[in-house]
């Protein structure tokens, strides 16, 4: 047996936290062939505390105290290492998403007498083609997987075998408090052996309710392994584990596996193991329960639990949960934070059913609402409906200005100073061609003041109304046209994937697209702190709408940078874009390793200057696609598209799934004959299908890294960006 310590301390700590045998059991615990063990554990460990605190001046020897801890840890093993296996898994992959997985033999822990094995699924992530069992006895079986659990990451084995086998006890959570010893087993190396590593409960409850934590090394050599307390009762299974990433469409079963051996490990408990294990049996696989909402903003540990949109039939909308309901309470259970929902909710299962109390409206009017809702393993495909109009852009007048037009405003009689309701809603820049608001008649300068039921103040506020709506549902719009109402019934739409006209656009710059006096753009430098990279800048003249950001993932040398903005000069004027390109810190192009350069480049740009946030867009050519794809598919709440020129996804991207208050629309320009064009193609269709809103466009000429575009798909590129605030 080999034993890896962390601390002595923690284990000649953990005694404390036994109890002395009184008589009236000694018996009882004397009849249990299992008890055996326990009793002269808790005999010998409670002997020795109490020897060396009435035995100070004798200075009880330290070496002694070790002897029993090693006795105790010894005893606690040899309890629980008949119910440890080790398994051999043969075929499949080698790496997911850039992470080895597990090589050689792994661990189970048996959970019944006639073959049942939990393992960490951690340890099967390679799909392998057959799997091996080495029993406690030496034999070794066939075993295969009777099915997963993707919410907590475990495997469920079987294998077929005569012999009776030894099941793990499982440690009752109610007795568990963190600072009780905690020991790791696994069966990796030699199998006759166990690995032992020592350390204690750090935590309860982690991860929403469904694991103990532990400061035990826990590493692939153990994954799949019990973590036991001091009488051998096995508390959990090791496995690696992490939090869920935001949008993620399927579980990932190497999260959590960079905590190797960092004092920062997880255990699903055996408890809650054994509860489902009739379920899992008869369902295979089981998946994390979704609801299909988005919460309100803030901080998960403060914010109170008020929904922003329910996903269209997702199991909510189908409970008739709406926008701005206020959950209450879970199956009876109080919740005041997001964070005390998801510890309600995360750790059930797909098919299970909520009891759910939700606070609709506000004041006197609010009223209390009991709903059921059976929880769903996936959200059906989300795209974003389609009305049809583009907004009014914001004027980004300068403060001595906008002073200027409120003292203005003051000194106007009060007939002449403009009414609220005048100001309400937002004004129809134009209409997109052939969609359905054509069809229902609105034209550009229409003022749109009503969704549905809701008033609302802007086309922010429209946009988040459509969110919650499906393609093909009705949607009731009240606008004024003049001194007139009007009511349209406008049946939604899918978002169109074509690029507009210049025609069909009106301009919004200081300058005409014919203009020929614009001179030599002025470049500007950008630095962060404590960053090398230098990123350049062409912003357009002041006045006018709001600009958007296009961010280019070039080479990032000046040269480049000036013919650059010297090509997209033109378009950035009459389209309003700040042009910004950065450099990348390796001089052989893009990497991983600057993902977090450019998104602290984009705060610093967002807090720095005064953006349209419905048009900010990052591109790239090759490499530099792809990291752009990695950044926008990442960074949904402030990206609103992706444009790549000659780019695929990256390989390990795992692509999220589309959401509805996150647009992020995708444009492609592929290169006619492109090696590349089959893969490139294909990741567009996966995209597709998860709901993102996909441009293919294709150029003519061979496939080439230059550092410009041609005029034709800079344009292209222009008036699609400048379609992005389309409702």
């Not at 392998?128 to 919410?151: C, F, H, M, W, Y």
Request: net charge negative; with cysteine.
């Amino acid at each position: 047996m080999m034993i890896r310590r962390q601390a002595k301390m923690q284990a000649k700590a953990a005694p404390a936290t036994l109890r002395m045998p009184t008589l009236t059991n000694l018996m009882f615990l004397l009849s249990e062939p299992r008890q055996v063990t326990r009793f002269f554990l808790r005999l010998a460990i409670c002997f020795a505390l109490g020897l060396a605190a009435t035995l100070p001046v004798r200075g009880f020897a330290a070496d002694d105290l070790d002897q029993l801890e090693q006795q105790a840890i010894s005893a606690a093993v040899k309890a629980a290492e008949k119910s440890v296996v080790q398994i051999r898994t043969i075929g499949g992959v080698d790496q997911i998403d850039g992470k080895t997985l597990a090589q050689g033999p792994t661990t189970g822990v048996i959970i019944s007498d006639d073959g049942l094995i939990v393992s960490s699924a951690f340890n099967f992530a390679q799909q392998p083609t057959s799997i091996l069992v080495r029993l406690p006895s030496g034999e070794q079986k066939a075993a295969r997987i009777i099915g997963r659990d993707e919410n907590r990451m475990l495997v469920l084995l079987r294998v077929a075998t005569d012999e009776p086998l030894t099941a793990a006890e499982p440690a009752l959570l109610g007795e568990v408090r963190p600072g009780d010893s905690a020991i790791a087993l696994g069966r990796p190396f030699n199998p006759e052996d166990v690995s032992v590593s020592v350390g204690v409960v750090s935590a309860l409850n982690r991860m929403f309710g469904r694991a103990i934590q532990t400061d035990a090394n826990v590493s692939a050599a153990n994954y799949g392994g019990p973590l036991i307390d001091l009488e051998g009762r096995v508390l959990g299974i090791l496995a690696p584990m992490a939090p869920p990433s935001p949008g993620a469409s399927e579980a990932d079963v190497t999260a959590g596996a960079e905590f190797y051996d960092s004092g920062i490990g997880f255990a699903v408990p055996l408890v809650d193991v054994l509860a489902i294990v009739d379920r899992w049996i008869e369902e295979k696989d089981l998946h994390r329960g979704l609801l299909g909402i988005g919460l309100k903003a803030g901080n998960p540990h403060s914010t109170a639990p008020i929904v922003t949109n329910v996903w269209p039939r997702s199991p909510t909308a189908i409970a008739g949960w709406k926008a701005d309901d206020r959950i209450v309470s879970v199956d009876g259970v109080k919740v005041d934070t997001q964070t005390a929902l998801r510890f309600q909710t995360m750790p059930r299962y797909a098919g299970d059913t909520l009891a759910v109390t939700l606070r609709r409206g506000s004041g006197d009017k609010a009223k209390e609402i009991e709903t059921k809702v059976r929880l769903a393993a996936k959200l059906p495909p989300y795209a974003h409906p389609f009305l049809g109009v583009l907004p009014e852009r914001s004027t980004a007048t300068g403060d001595d200005e906008a002073k200027a037009e409120e003292e203005a405003d003051e000194k106007k009689p009060a007939d002449a100073k403009p009414k609220k309701e005048d100001a309400a809603g937002f004004v129809i820049r134009n209409v997109w061609p052939d969609s359905p608001a054509d069809d229902s008649g609105l034209r550009a300068g229409d003022r749109i003041v009503k969704v549905g039921e809701k008033k609302v103040a802007s086309a922010a506020e429209a946009r988040a109304e459509l969110n919650a709506k499906s393609l093909g549902d009705a949607v009731e719009l009240l606008a004024k046209r003049g001194d007139e109402e009007l009511e349209f019934e406008v049946e939604l739409g899918e978002l169109p994937t074509g690029v507009l006209e210049a025609s069909d656009l009106r301009a919004t710059g200081a300058a005409s697209e014919e203009s020929s006096s614009l001179g030599d753009p002025k470049l500007q430098t950008l630095k962060l702190p404590e960053m090398s990279q230098t990123a350049r800048y062409f912003q357009p003249p002041s006045g006018g709408a709001t600009p958007g950001l296009l961010i280019w993932l070039g080479d990032g040398k000046r040269e480049t940078a000036e013919a650059m903005a010297a090509d997209w000069q033109r378009t950035c004027v009459r389209d309003r874009l700040t042009l910004l390109m950065p450099e990348p810190a390796d001089a052989g192009g893009w990497t991983n390793d600057d993902l977090e350069y450019l998104a602290r480049l984009l705060q610093t740009a967002g807090s720095r200057w005064r953006i349209d946030p419905s048009r900010v867009v990052i591109a790239g050519e090759g490499k530099g696609g792809q990291l752009a794809y990695a950044l926008g598919l990442r960074g949904r709440k402030m990206i609103r598209g992706v444009a790549v020129v000659d780019s695929p996804l990256p390989r390990t991207l795992e692509v999220p799934e589309n959401n509805p208050n996150e647009r992020l629309a995708i444009l492609s320009v592929e290169t006619q004959n492109t090696p590349l064009s089959l893969l490139i193609r294909q990741d567009l269709k996966k995209l597709e299908d998860v709901g993102y809103p996909v441009t293919q466009l294709v150029r003519r000429g061979e496939e080439s890294r230059s550092t410009t575009l041609d005029a034709a798909t800079r344009a292209k590129i222009g008036r699609w960006i400048d379609g992005l605030d389309r409702l």
